[in-house]
């Protein structure tokens, strides 16, 4: 049973910064392509950001690009979602999700998710 749990979410003003994690345990971390998503009030999910199971390919939601960054460590199970800069609009809640192929934009790619952690940004 492979298992995701985020953390690291929170009320912050607008220009701060906040670091989300997605710890996951049941199944080789290594072996899996990694997204976060976020879902806003009203709003469908969309995507933010992917990246390989080596680190080495990343692909990001043009609204985040230039203030979000993701990563991964390998040696802990974890991936990260570094936010810079966050604006109201940033409001939602981040899940993580694992793909065991290749880094997608398409939430329909991933098989397992996180139940997400909630990053509110006021103005």
């Known amino acids: 049973q492979v298992q995701l749990v985020e953390s690291g979410g929170g009320l912050v003003q607008a220009g701060d910064s906040l670091r989300l994690a997605c710890a996951i345990s049941?199944?080789?971390?290594?072996?899996?392509?990694m997204g976060w998503f976020r879902q806003g009030p009203g709003k469908e999910r969309e995507f933010v950001a992917t990246i390989s199971f080596n680190g080495r390919v990343t692909y990001y939601a043009d609204s985040v690009k230039g203030r979000f960054t993701i990563s991964r460590d390998n040696t802990k199970n974890t991936v990260y979602l570094e936010m810079n800069t966050l604006k109201p609009e940033d409001t939602a809640v981040y899940s993580c999700a694992a793909n065991r192929f290749a880094p997608s934009t398409d939430a329909a790619d991933y098989d397992y998710w996180g139940q997400g952690t909630q990053v509110t940004v006021s103005s």
């Open positions: 049941g199944r080789t971390f290594s072996g899996y392509a």
